[in-house]
């Protein structure tokens, strides 16, 4: 039996074998203890297999509040092989951070710290729509996210430290209301707390709106859509970490208030995370710390300390200067310690001279108040501004500060352009965007240009946020935006002077900022005391070269308006400054930054009224989706193939269609294509292109907007008499005319002559000048049945009520006739002269009529929508000056053969709708009256009426209208 068991399960045979007797009730449990079974679970000795035991977790739990908002620390059930795991929760958002660090020496002279965040689309209830379903590399989201915890966290590593670690954050579930970074942060503070990696935290990290004036503690990603301040702050128990501030032009003295409220805040993170550690921590492990020896560094100390500070306490050397004579002294240094065989100093020789170079310049700033290239504390490196340098693009320009330059170029976009964000939480596109680059050559060396980097990302974003506060809202410019930085040179704050550039090369694309923006980086030098580890006393740096970046304690990235601050970030390298020095710092920003946009403002103040030839331009023009549909062609091809031949961008909406062009030309080119393909609304007085198609002795037809016709009559192709119409024109010939609007057989009436210039008589006095026609009303009325059957099997029953808004006075849409169409006319007409036989007029009506369904929708005069020529139509204007030639008296038998248009008949009221009246004309004819504003209502059954044929319905119906009495 024992052999069985053996076999099954050989843990057993690591353990005595008494204690695998089913009455000790013995088991195993996920830590490796032993533990009782309970008394219901089955023991060996009743079963011939072996059943699977319970497994218990063993877990620990810290919850607490935090502006309003329950929050949970929880570690021991997930990722349990792990240094240090914690899930941190708060409302139905989970985030999972572990830790993990090499267990090797460590030979290298600085901390390899890596930090991952992740988030998967799972965590959303989502797959990936990628084509692999997977998520790919990292977004950039998720690399500020990774920036965002790294950066508060590596200050409190020990001096010395360089073993490998890693942290990786990943979101396991998100309901949307809860922005994951900031719990990612905490949990990896928690995290490193629970391992046994040595690290000086715990900290805490909230998150600060401002919502009508009131400050929110952990708002919600619907309170942070309304919230003109967005501030992450990051701090110890007393000492300042990390601040990351977007804003919308908030004072510094609101900003402070937003600060000194936030420290408590995040405070209140640090006791849980202890009371954690204590329940489930690890004991902190002894790592071997690559530390210098006291002997080895004052020998080293003592060879260079005079050369560096000849070297650094001049300001006539420049940035490469400095770095070659550093070069020199450090190879002197190498060949004396090579001569003695010293190779514990040749190991540590680069870190120990930049630590003497770090203590001269840092004593003589302190003690002296004079910086490395000679400026004074306060002072702001030389300004050199040039806007528009670039004038094929849309918008460009040159900021230089000191030796730093950049180039920033905007370019404008399609709404459709916008950039596809797949987050988690926050808006699913952005239409502005920044995109910063640090070449090689910018510090003048060589390297290989990859994908995204961290450091790119992050200082592109950082402007980003600092431009965006001052952007026209979406509403008043639609344009998607892109500006790009280049990095020219380098030598401190290249993402500041981002901000200048991009700010006027926004203003010189004709954007309409409210302000102009600057911003500076200011550093801290301080002195510690070392037996406390105080801060004894401290300089503030106003606009700080590389090198004092390099040296100093801070980097304290500002910028703003003239009203107040858009974006901030703050970045430190000893462990936490005091909030009352970060507080300090921000009066010398404010005056540096008035003295950079004093400069930015003398550049260019206004934006900038462009030349067509470069300038941009964006039109939106509505239509039914039926026809964007015609547009965009099978699987997109047509809209592609428009935007390849152009170089325009066509975006398409519900009944919307954008298109963005270089400039007008390419526009007008884009335009004539879509009114090619679709047409555009046709209005009186619209110029439109066209082409020939057929000449015709009284005039030619024109094909333009989308494939309608016109005519243009010969009396309309110039101001001077035209005897031949193909004398002026001819088939294929291209025209651009104008709508002048419709003759009495329903054809566009389109002219030439209204193009041109009028001619002037020897008195200098225009003549001939046309005339457009003005806005004609005509009353139309809806189509009823025919009356003559279906109304008298109805009786006096009304029909339903049509609302009024159908009923109101419009122009029809104008009938598009060809030229067979008119040809065939031609040929009706000539046969109803030749014969006394009324069915031609009859058919000549037919013809002429225009859909009633347009005629119902209610269209103006002035925004006509063209429709092609339907079977069942209306006249749409019927000239009053008909001769009154045609007149018949109430004794003429009457039928539909007989009546003319403009012939005036007496009828007697058949029938009394609500909106007007149904007339028999005799001999079984009937017609119908519309009641008109203002006119007599009060008809009855069998009045007699003289009346006037003004139309004929969608079924040859007469559509009739009350003669006046001389």
């Known amino acids: ?300 100390q003592n060879l260079a300390k005079e050369p560096i500070e000849a070297v650094f306490t001049d300001p006539t050397y420049g940035k490469f200067e400095r770095g070659e004579a550093l070069e020199k002294i450090t190879q002197d240094v190498k060949r004396v310690l090579e001569e003695e065989g010293d190779d514990e100093g040749l190991k540590i020789l680069p870190k120990t001279v930049d630590t003497v170079r770090k203590q001269v310049v840092r004593r003589r700033i302190i003690s002296e108040g004079v910086r490395v290239d000679g400026r004074r504390l306060d002072e702001v490196r030389p300004l050199y501004c040039e806007a528009g340098n670039l004038p094929v693009l849309h918008g460009s320009a040159v900021f230089s500060r000191g030796d730093t330059q950049v180039l920033c170029t905007v370019t404008l976009g399609a709404p459709g352009d916008a950039q596809r964000l797949d987050s988690l939480v926050g808006p699913s596109s952005k239409r502005f965007m920044l995109h910063y680059s ?55 704050s290249t993402s500041m002077a981002t901000v200048c550039g991009g700010s006027m090369a926004l203003m010189d694309a004709g954007i309409p900022l409210r302000e ?88 260019i103040s206004a934006p900038r009224i462009q030349d067509d030839r470069y300038s941009p331009r964006l039109v939106t023009l509505k239509y039914s989706n039926e026809a964007l549909r015609r547009l965009i062609g099978p699987v997109g091809a047509l809209r592609r193939k428009i935007e390849d031949e152009s170089g325009a961008r066509i975006s398409v909406g519900d009944g919307t269609l954008t298109i963005v062009a270089k400039n007008q030309s390419v526009m007008e080119k884009v335009l004539e294509k879509v009114d090619f393909i679709i047409g555009r609304e046709i209005e009186i007085g619209g110029v439109y292109k066209g082409s020939v198609v057929s000449v015709k002795e009284y005039g030619a037809f024109v094909e333009f907007n989308g494939g309608q016709q016109g005519l ?83 009786g006096s029953t009304a029909g339903p009520e049509t609302n009024d808004s159908r009923l109101k006075s419009a122009t029809p849409a104008v009938l598009i006739r060809s030229a067979a169409e008119c040809d065939e006319e031609e040929k009706s007409g000539s046969l109803n002269s030749k014969g006394d036989n009324g069915s031609q007029s009859a058919s000549k009506y037919d013809k002429t009529r225009i859909s009633s369904s347009l005629s119902e929708s209610g269209f103006s005069s002035r925004n006509v929508k063209m429709s092609k020529r339907g079977n069942d139509a209306i006249l749409d204007l019927i000239s009053d000056d008909e001769s009154d030639k045609d007149d018949a008296t109430s004794g003429t038998p009457m039928s539909a053969n007989k009546l003319k248009l403009g012939m005036k008949v007496t009828a007697k009221v058949h029938q009394i709708r609500a909106l007007g009246l149904v007339l028999d004309l005799g001999g079984g004819l009937r017609g119908m009256y519309r009641f008109e504003s203002g006119a007599k209502r009060d008809f009855e059954v069998g009045d007699e009426l003289r009346v006037k044929c003004s139309s004929f319905s969608t079924k040859g119906i007469p559509v009739l209208s009350l003669v006046k009495e001389e």
């Open 516 to 603: 102009h923006v600057a911003g500076l980086s200011v550093g801290l030098i301080t002195e510690v005391d070392r037996s406390t580890g105080e801060i004894k006393d401290y300089r503030i740096l106003t606009d700080i070269l590389g090198l004092e970046d390099h040296l100093g304690d801070m980097d304290f990235k500002i910028a703003g308006t003239r009203n107040g601050i858009t974006a901030i970030q703050l970045d430190i390298k000893p462990a936490g400054i005091p909030l009352d020095i970060i507080c300090e710092s921000l009066h010398p920003a404010l005056k540096g930054r008035l003295q950079i946009l004093e400069h930015m403002e003398h550049e």
């Open 1 to 300: 039996m024992a052999s069985v068991r053996n076999k099954v399960n050989p843990l057993l045979c690591n353990i005595p074998y008494v204690l695998t007797w089913p009455r000790f009730g013995f088991r195993t449990i996920c830590s490796g203890r032993l533990g009782f079974a309970s008394s219901t679970s089955p023991s060996l000795a009743d079963t011939d297999t072996p059943v699977a035991g319970k497994k218990f977790l063993e877990t620990f739990t810290e919850e607490f509040e935090i502006g309003s908002r329950k929050i949970s620390l929880e570690t021991g059930k997930i990722a349990r092989f792990a240094n240090g795991s914690v899930i941190l929760a708060m409302e139905e958002t989970k985030v999972l951070s572990t830790v993990a660090s090499s267990k090797g020496d460590a030979v290298r002279d600085f901390l390899p710290l890596t930090v991952d965040y992740q988030e998967k689309q799972f965590a959303q209830g989502v797959i990936p729509t990628t084509y692999m379903r997977r998520e790919g590399a990292p977004k950039e989201r998720e690399l500020l996210c990774g920036r965002l915890i790294d950066r508060p966290i590596r200050p409190l590593f020990p001096s010395g430290f360089y073993h490998e670690v890693q942290i990786m954050a990943s979101v396991l579930s998100s309901d949307g209301k809860q922005d994951p970074d900031i719990m990612a942060a905490n949990a990896s503070s928690a995290a490193l707390m629970l391992s046994d990696i040595p690290w000086g935290g715990p900290i805490g990290v909230i998150r600060i709106g401002r919502i009508s004036g009131q400050f929110v503690v952990n708002p919600s990603m619907d309170e942070l859509s309304i919230s003109d301040l967005n501030l992450v702050y990051a701090c110890t128990r007393d000492k300042t970490l990390m601040i990351d501030v977007q804003a919308r032009e908030i004072s510094e003295k609101d900003l402070e208030a937003a600060l000194r409220l936030a420290h408590p805040e995040a405070v209140k993170y640090l006791d849980p995370q202890i009371r954690l550690a204590a329940k489930a921590g690890k004991q902190k492990k002894e790592y071997k710390l690559s530390m210098v020896s006291e002997k080895t560094f004052e020998k080293i």
């Open 438 to 492: 640090f070449p090689p050559f910018c510090t003048n060396e060589v390297g290989k240009r990859t994908g995204l980097n961290r450091r790119e990302v992050g200082h592109g974003t950082l402007a980003e946020k600092a431009l965006l506060a001052v952007l026209p809202p979406e509403d008043d410019f639609p344009y998607a935006v892109r500006i790009n930085s280049e990095v020219m040179a380098s030598d401190g």
């Open 712 to 794: 243009l009559h010969i009396s309309e192709l110039s101001h001077e008499p035209v005897s031949r119409v193909s004398d002026v024109v001819s088939v294929g010939q291209q025209l651009s005319l104008m709508c002048i609007g419709q003759d009495v057989r329903g054809n566009i009436k389109l002219s030439l002559k209204a193009t041109q210039p009028s001619p002037k008589s020897k008195t200098g006095i225009s003549i001939d000048e046309p005339v457009l026609p003005t806005k004609q009303e005509v009353n139309v009325w809806t189509a009823i049945e025919d009356v003559s059957n279906e109304q008298e099997k109805q």
